[in-house]
């Protein structure tokens, strides 16, 4: 981090700086103290290039613009040209990013959450562009496909199958892009905030919708995806469409193995579930 025209650039929109904490490790982003207030101050780093600095900031103006849960862009300096590298800093949401319970309200909630997100209807745009699969920076079905990554049978039929099966028609909607539990801040027992938007864009509903189903398996077991649906259905006041196959897409965009034997034996249960309902 350029640290001195980084921190300048930042407390001509935010205040004098007091105290700069990182929120993951060294690298950023990082958590800023300013007048009396907490923001989050993020700039590329060896896992975080310029174009997703560019994606999030889209995403808050996008977020603000309709009331979303999410925090509130304050600055941006997308070229770096007074910052000295592309950043932005935004609100630091209170509450807490632990989402350990897994409890069927807390699944409902989150299914809920997320619905208000895509009630949006949105067109690709600078910044926001279609996403095919959650997380779309990685293609790990692509990686396993051509040789990069080691697979297994089930993974590889399932990849043949969705292949075969082709992407669902749908209305594009605006997306988080990596809907998982450490991505939603619960504040009073709800979700507060959606953070952590650097793969957002616009596609299908069920590119978040299966992948926080396929995290909740993951997490909490195999009866939580359901609660997550009904969460989500209810909010929406329509019908999921295509479950089976955005599941089978959300599986199959996961490392060949997990980091644990628990969490790859959840995510194939997960997977085999989806291709027995695919049509």
Known sequence: MRESQL????AA????VLEVHPLHDDQGPWRVTAAGAQYVLRAPTPRIEAPMI???AAALQVAAQHHLPAPRLIAADLSGSEAGVPATVETLVPGTSTWSAGTPESLRAAGAALAQLHSLELDPQEHLP???????????????????????????QADTLI?????????????HGDVWPGNLVWTDNRVG????????????PGVDLSELR????ISFGPEAPTHVLTGWQQAADTPAHHVAYWDAVAALN????????TATTRRNNFLRQALQQLP
């Open 163 to 175: 292949t075969a099966h082709g992407r669902p028609v749908a209305t594009t909607v605006f997306l």
């Open 7 to 10: 921190l300048t650039w930042a």
């Open 130 to 156: 279609f996403r095919p699969r959650p997380i779309a920076v990685d293609d790990f079905a692509l990686d396993r496909r051509t040789g990069r990554m080691p697979t297994t049978p089930l993974l590889s």
């Open 54 to 56: 560019a994606t999030a």
């Open 254 to 261: 996961t490392p060949t193995t997990l980091y644990n034997p």
């Open 214 to 217: 396929k995290q909740a398996a």
């Open 193 to 204: 905030a959606f953070i952590d938007w650097k793969t957002a864009g616009v596609g299908a």
């Open 13 to 16: 929109a935010i205040g004098s």
